[in-house]
Nanobody, 123 residues
Framework: QLHIVESGGGLVQPGGSLRLSCAAS????????IGWLRQAPGKEREGVSC????????NYADSVKGRFTISRDNAKNTVYLQMNSLKPEDTAVYYC????????????????WGQGTEVTVSS
């Protein structure tokens, strides 16, 4: 049975950092492109970042480029999202998404995702 768990969210002050983790069981994340999406209160879910299944190519939304870094550790079957220089507008529930389509098809693609982890950026 496929299972994804996101973790690492929390309350952080503007300018602070968090590292989100996406751990999987029942299947290997390394077989798929993996994305991070977020949904802020009252807004639609949006794609934040993606890492390809082969080669580790990465893509980012313009709003997070230069501040967020996506990476994967295949030995741990985990994908990370390092978030630096956080802003209040980064406040959202963040979801890890397994994709059958590679990152070239856009950041919003998601075939399977977890329950999400909440990130609040506030002073």
């Amino acid at each position: 049975q496929l299972h994804i768990v996101e973790s690492g969210g929390g309350l952080v002050q503007p300018g602070g950092s968090l590292r989100l983790s996406c751990a999987a069981s029942g299947f290997g994340l390394d077989n798929y492109a993996i994305g991070w999406l977020r949904q802020a209160p009252g807004k639609e879910r949006e794609g934040v970042s993606c890492i390809s299944s082969i080669g580790g190519r990465t893509n980012y939304a313009d709003s997070v480029k230069g501040r967020f870094t996506i990476s994967r550790d295949n030995a741990k079957n985990t994908v990370y999202l390092q978030m630096n220089s956080l802003k209040p507008e980064d406040t959202a529930v963040y979801y890890c998404a397994v994709r059958t389509l590679e990152c070239d098809y856009g950041l919003g693609e998601a075939d399977y995702w977890g329950q999400g982890t909440e990130v609040t950026v506030s002073s």
